[in-house]
């Protein structure tokens, strides 16, 4: 993946994903807004990969404030990042 203006992006770990993920989670439970800001983050880490139509959808709830569907969502991108060990 690369950002906006065409650099690659340096590789993130699962470990990195996955603190995002739980922040993200946080963040959606208590209805805060800075939930946008760190799925764009979220977004950008996974750019192009297995997790880029769930992170679209994800920001979307939050962006609709449907933060239920968002914490179903980031359940199962969290489920999906423990689960495998190579991505």
Not at 10 to 22: D, G
Request: aromatic letters at 4%; hydrophobic letters at 45%.
């Amino acid at each position: 993946p690369a950002d906006a203006t065409g650099t690659p992006l340096a590789p993130v770990s699962a470990s990195e994903v996955l603190a995002v993920v739980q922040r993200l989670n946080a963040l959606v439970k208590d209805g805060d807004l800075q939930a946008l800001e760190v799925s764009a983050s979220l977004r950008t880490m996974l750019a192009g990969g297995a997790w880029a139509q769930e992170v679209n959808e994800l920001e979307r709830c939050i962006n609709d404030f449907d933060f239920d569907k968002a914490l179903k969502l980031l359940e199962q991108i969290q489920g999906d990042l423990s689960a495998q060990a190579n991505w």
